[in-house]
């Protein structure tokens, strides 16, 4: 069984910085690859940041040179350091295997989440 549990989010004035958390169990291996989502309302999942199994990083351009993926094997946790936050990045942030696929996003199993708010 999977777990996902998100940590780390709050409230942040825009420039700030936080850095989240997701910490993993069950049959979920952050070493395989992971990646971080964020929900905005009414906006549909967006995968924001992946690591693959080799230690890749892909970003999308909104956030490149402001957010870090990583992840530690040994934790089984997957963080994302998010600086210089501006009021885009407001939403509830998920981890979960890295996909753009919809339709597959649909048959994950997801955490909670955490909420990041930035105040302008």
């Known amino acids: 069984q999977v777990q996902l549990v998100e940590s780390g989010g709050g409230l942040v004035q825009a420039g700030g910085s936080l850095r989240l958390s997701c910490a993993a169990s069950?049959?979920?291996?952050?070493?395989?690859?992971m990646g971080w989502y964020r929900q905005a309302p009414g906006i549909g999942r967006e995968l924001v940041a992946s690591?693959?199994?080799?230690?890749?990083?892909n970003y999308v351009n909104s956030v490149k040179g402001r957010f870090t993926i990583s992840r530690d094997n040994a934790k089984n946790t997957v963080y994302l350091q998010m600086d210089s936050l501006n009021s885009e990045a407001a939403a509830v942030y998920y981890c979960?295997?890295?996909?753009?696929?919809?339709?597959?996003?649909?048959?994950?199993?997801w955490g909670q989440g955490t909420q990041v708010t930035v105040s302008s």
């Open positions: 979960n295997v890295p996909t753009t696929d919809g339709w597959e996003q649909r048959t994950l199993y």
């Open positions: 069950g049959s979920m291996l952050v070493s395989n690859g």
């Open positions: 690591i693959s199994s080799e230690g890749a990083t």
